[in-house]
T-cell receptor
Framework: SQKIEQNSEALNIQEGKTATLTCNYT??????LQWYRQDPGRGPVFLLL?????KEKRKERLKVTFDTTLKQSLFHITASQPADSATYLC??????????????FGQGTELSVKP | EAQVTQNPRYLITVTGKKLTVTCSQN?????MSWYRQDPGLGLRQIYY???????DKGDVPEGYKVSRKEKRNFPLILESPSPNQTSLYFC???????????FGPGTRLTVT
């Protein structure tokens, strides 16, 4: 069955540094991959989508890479700020013709940015 | 404001007492789904709906029912709740451009 693994440990970094979060998957060829942010007690919020034929996507201070050979996505936050502290989830998508394109979520990586 | 709403936000109930968690979206999305989130297990899909009157099981459907009579509403029904259904539940609808999921605020359910 499909398996998704994110950084198992919480990530602690200093303000201003770049945070890099990892998402690895097995037994799967996703149509696209998404990253979400989740704050405690709240629903996840969509950040970025990257398709299987794209290598990199950027949005403001965020950058996502997608390597289908390594079966890995990296999520970078540059010039990190304490407000970036949250749990970040990666999600892999089935093609739309397969179960409506459902998402499978990783367990998330908790990021803490210290001032 | 585009949003997904859920009610109630918190619910404590007893084993076997039927309950319904409501979900509504105002974005005219066709696809909606329910998830539960448990520590160490992450978000798991319970049921999804491609459109009105079209629903299907997700990964953990046992003990749950859903209905989709209107496009905007997708209630989750627990006919006979059990303690192992204690969890944080999220409803979500999906956008048509980036297929992004819009999540509701969550319902924290405790079954004693």
């Amino acid at each position: 069955s499909q398996k998704i693994e994110q950084n198992s440990e919480a990530l602690n970094i200093q303000e201003g540094k770049t945070a890099t979060l990892t998402c690895n998957y097995t037994n799967y060829s996703p149509a696209y991959l998404q990253w979400y942010r989740q704050d405690p007690g709240r629903g996840p919020v969509f950040l970025l989508l990257i398709r299987e034929n794209e290598k990199e996507k950027r949005k403001e201070r965020l950058k996502v890479t997608f390597d289908t050979t390594l079966k890995q996505s990296l999520f970078h936050i540059t010039a990190s700020q304490p407000a970036d502290s949250a749990t970040y989830l990666c999600a892999l998508a089935f093609p739309l013709y397969n179960q409506g394109g459902k998402l499978i979520f990783g367990q998330g990586t908790e990021l803490s940015v210290k001032p | 404001e585009a949003q997904v709403t859920q009610n109630p936000r918190y619910l404590i109930t007893v084993t076997g007492k039927k309950l319904t968690v409501t979900c509504s979206q105002n974005m005219n999305h066709e696809y909606m789904s329910w998830y539960r989130q448990d520590p160490g297990l992450g978000l798991r899909q319970i049921y999804y709906s491609m459109n009105v009157e079209v629903t299907d099981k997700g990964d953990v459907p046992e003990g749950y029912k859903v209905s989709r009579k209107e496009k905007r509403n997708f209630p989750l029904i627990l006919e006979s709740p059990s303690p192992n259904q204690t969890s944080l539940y999220f409803c979500a609808s999906r956008g048509q451009v980036y297929y992004e999921q819009y999540f509701g605020p969550g319902t924290r359910l405790t079954v004693t």
